[in-house]
């Protein structure tokens, strides 16, 4: 991960820029950099991981226009000769110099041409200009704001805009920003032709571009590793990985000291894989104590996200603290694409498609910015192979009662597309987990919400919740988590477009609590 951050305009005042930028500066420890264009700033923090020599250092510039991008743009080697031969020179081996000649050449349709996970801003020294543009998914992120004279500023996390801009937005995936105004180039979610195929040829398509997807994370000049849940997804992921690596990769395990449902299973999987394994323990301490410090690096009040994130966080530190890793591949995404327990509960094909699409443009300010804010804090970049453009927009487009759980086996396609392969044993193949947040242990969550009811009476619940309008507080879990968000990201709640939720209008999800435990269908999941 790096970190980015423009100020878009002659009336920049560099020591306030200078202190936001510096509180991202753990997602690009190895250099930092601002440069003026003359037009306004543009900061760099550097984490080294593709072309690792000084002359990949960010900003770019080429002829007057700059450039800082978080990203890694994947297959750029044959973009970059592509260039080469149009008399462009290169400087460093960083996948990210190609964006200034091809901007260049392509103006902003470049950004469809893109196949990355990225977000960038640029100066276009020619008409003083800038533009900024995000991956259709939203898997770097990227925020705005405007400040009092409506000067746009631009920067990885919305801490970099705190007291800067009046009201901070998360930049919308699939766009660019251009001339004042949001421009969707994709929108990865929306079904261009509906894929009627039979169910052997859609889990051979799954199977072949799930491979490519994970084959092309791999490519990196630092070490890297795998977060493993023991869960079929992250087990995929380093399945693939492990048949594509010539020596053992290193995986990562996490759960509470007394009731980590997965730990087992990642062990059982790391052995079958024959990999390097680590698990790390977390303790009701570690829990409760982290529990600002979480709030605070994920810039939310959701309560689905800060608990997924509790376990993350802490073993993305320890592998930060005890290792050389830079970069992680995780399982994320996987759930809104094939169904998860509450999907089981769509009462048409359709409203299963329809549910997926909302939660795929959703995932930017939810699963994906946990991943991002936990392994970025810790100086990590993350890859989800899951999110691999090619890879969504197909199951996206596939007839959605073929997605449907008609199966009697939530995602079946997945786990059917690498059956009797010898990928991974047939009981983690085809067992049902618990979600991330229970999985490490029940208890944790357990504990989270008696801290919660710890703080407030019945009274003082109902008072305080009652004072936001915007997705308000429906437990006392929830209002204390929105109390510590509020005090690091004062009236920046519309970030966070509402609570990540089962769909209550269906029957079998009005519930209130996240936790796919509280439906009828949790069953066997994560025992």
Same mark, same amino acid.
């Given at each position: 991960?790096?970190?980015?951050?423009?100020?878009?305009?002659?009336?920049?005042?560099?020591?306030?820029?200078?202190?936001?930028?510096?509180?991202?500066?753990?997602?690009?420890?190895?250099?930092?950099?601002?440069?003026?264009?003359?037009?306004?700033?543009?900061?760099?923090?550097?984490?080294?991981?593709?072309?690792?020599?000084?002359?990949?250092?960010?900003?770019?510039?080429?002829?007057?226009?700059?450039?800082?991008?978080?990203?890694?743009?994947?297959?750029?080697?044959?973009?970059?000769?592509?260039?080469?031969?149009?008399?462009?020179?290169?400087?460093?081996?960083?996948?990210?110099?190609?964006?200034?000649?091809?901007?260049?050449?392509?103006?902003?349709?470049?950004?469809?041409?893109?196949?990355?996970?990225?977000?960038?801003?640029?100066?276009?020294?020619?008409?003083?200009?800038?533009?900024?543009?995000?991956?259709?998914?939203?898997?770097?992120?990227?925020?705005?704001?405007?400040?009092?004279?409506?000067?746009?500023?631009?920067?990885?996390?919305?801490?970099?805009?705190?007291?800067?801009?009046?009201?901070?937005?998360?930049?919308p995936p699939g766009h660019y920003w251009k001339d004042g105004r949001f421009v969707r180039y994709s929108d990865i979610a929306a079904v261009d032709a509906v894929c009627r195929v039979d169910l052997e040829t859609a889990c051979k398509n799954i199977q072949e571009k799930l491979v490519a997807g994970v084959k092309k994370r791999l490519v990196a000049d630092v070490k890297v590793g795998f977060l493993?849940?023991?869960?079929?997804?992250?087990?995929?992921?380093?399945?693939?990985?492990?048949?594509?690596?010539?020596?053992?990769?290193?995986?990562?395990?996490?759960?509470?000291?007394?009731?980590?449902?997965?730990?087992?299973?990642?062990?059982?999987?790391?052995?079958?894989?024959?990999?390097?394994?680590?698990?790390?323990?977390?303790?009701?301490?570690?829990?409760?104590?982290?529990?600002?410090?979480?709030?605070?690096?994920?810039?939310?009040?959701?309560?689905?996200?800060?608990?997924? =994130? !509790?376990?993350? @966080? +802490?073993?993305?530190? #320890?592998?930060?603290?005890? $290792? %050389?890793?830079?970069?992680?591949?995780?399982?994320?995404?996987?759930?809104?694409?094939?169904?998860?327990?509450?999907?089981?509960?769509?009462?048409?094909?359709?409203?299963?498609?329809?549910?997926?699409?909302?939660?795929?443009?959703?995932?930017?300010?939810?699963?994906?910015?946990?991943?991002?804010?936990?392994?970025?804090?810790?100086?990590?970049?993350?890859?989800?192979?899951?999110?691999?453009?090619?890879?969504?927009?197909?199951?996206?487009?596939?007839?959605?009662?073929?997605?449907?759980?008609?199966?009697?086996?939530?995602?079946?396609?997945?786990?059917?597309?690498?059956?009797?392969?010898?990928?991974?044993?047939?009981?983690?193949?085809?067992?049902?987990?618990?979600?991330?947040?229970?999985?490490?242990?029940? =208890? !944790?969550?357990? @504990? +989270?919400?008696?801290? #919660?009811?710890?703080?407030? $009476? %019945?009274?003082?619940?109902?008072?305080?919740?009652?004072?936001?309008d915007h997705a308000r507080p429906f437990t006392k879990e929830s209002l204390l988590y929105r109390e510590i968000f509020e005090k690091y990201y004062p009236g920046q709640a519309e970030m966070v477009v509402d609570f990540w939720m089962p769909n209550r209008s269906w029957e079998?999800?009005?519930?209130?609590?996240?936790?796919?435990?509280?439906?009828?269908?949790?069953?066997?999941?994560?025992?």
């Amino acid at each position: 991960m790096c970190s980015i951050m423009g100020y878009c305009g002659d009336t920049a005042e560099p020591e306030k820029f200078q202190e936001g930028f510096e509180r991202t500066v753990s997602r690009g420890p190895d250099d930092s950099r601002v440069i003026d264009t003359g037009k306004g700033l543009l900061g760099f923090h550097r984490l080294s991981i593709m072309g690792l020599t000084a002359a990949g250092m960010q900003p770019f510039e080429l002829d007057g226009s700059f450039a800082v991008c978080n990203g890694e743009l994947y297959g750029f080697e044959q973009e970059r000769e592509k260039l080469i031969q149009k008399g462009y020179l290169f400087q460093s081996g960083s996948d990210c110099e190609i964006l200034l000649p091809m901007y260049r050449e392509y103006g902003v349709e470049m950004f469809s041409m893109l196949d990355a996970e990225f977000a960038c801003i640029l100066y276009d020294g020619t008409t003083g200009e800038y533009i900024a543009a995000r991956d259709p998914i939203g898997i770097r992120p990227l925020y705005y704001g405007y400040d009092a004279k409506g000067v746009v500023l631009f920067a990885s996390e919305a801490k970099n805009l705190v007291g800067l801009a009046d009201k901070i937005m998360p930049f919308p995936p699939g766009h660019y920003w251009k001339d004042g105004r949001f421009v969707r180039y994709s929108d990865i979610a929306a079904v261009d032709a509906v894929c009627r195929v039979d169910l052997e040829t859609a889990c051979k398509n799954i199977q072949e571009k799930l491979v490519a997807g994970v084959k092309k994370r791999l490519v990196a000049d630092v070490k890297v590793g795998f977060l493993l849940s023991g869960g079929l997804d992250s087990s995929l992921v380093c399945a693939i990985a492990a048949r594509e690596s010539a020596a053992p990769i290193r995986t990562f395990a996490i759960g509470m000291s007394e009731d980590a449902i997965d730990l087992k299973y990642a062990r059982q999987v790391a052995a079958f894989l024959g990999a390097d394994h680590t698990e790390v323990y977390m303790t009701p301490d570690e829990v409760i104590g982290s529990l600002e410090k979480v709030i605070e690096i994920l810039g939310t009040y959701d309560i689905t996200t800060i608990r997924a =994130s !509790m376990g993350m @966080y +802490l073993v993305c530190k #320890a592998i930060h603290e005890r $290792t %050389d890793i830079r970069v992680l591949l995780t399982g994320e995404i996987s759930d809104e694409l094939f169904g998860y327990k509450y999907t089981d509960f769509a009462p048409t094909p359709q409203a299963f498609q329809k549910e997926a699409q909302k939660r795929v443009r959703e995932l930017h300010m939810y699963d994906v910015l946990r991943a991002d804010r936990c392994i970025s804090v810790n100086s990590l970049e993350a890859r989800v192979p899951f999110g691999d453009l090619d890879f969504v927009k197909y199951v996206m487009n596939l007839a959605p009662e073929m997605k449907v759980n008609r199966y009697g086996k939530g995602k079946y396609l997945l786990r059917h597309a690498f059956e009797g392969q010898g990928v991974l044993p047939d009981d983690i193949l085809w067992r049902e987990k618990a979600a991330f947040s229970d999985a490490v242990g029940h =208890s !944790m969550v357990d @504990y +989270l919400k008696e801290y #919660a009811v710890s703080k407030y $009476t %019945d009274g003082e619940f109902e008072s305080l919740r009652r004072q936001y309008d915007h997705a308000r507080p429906f437990t006392k879990e929830s209002l204390l988590y929105r109390e510590i968000f509020e005090k690091y990201y004062p009236g920046q709640a519309e970030m966070v477009v509402d609570f990540w939720m089962p769909n209550r209008s269906w029957e079998g999800c009005d519930v209130d609590d996240p936790s796919a435990r509280v439906l009828a269908n949790y069953g066997e999941s994560g025992k």
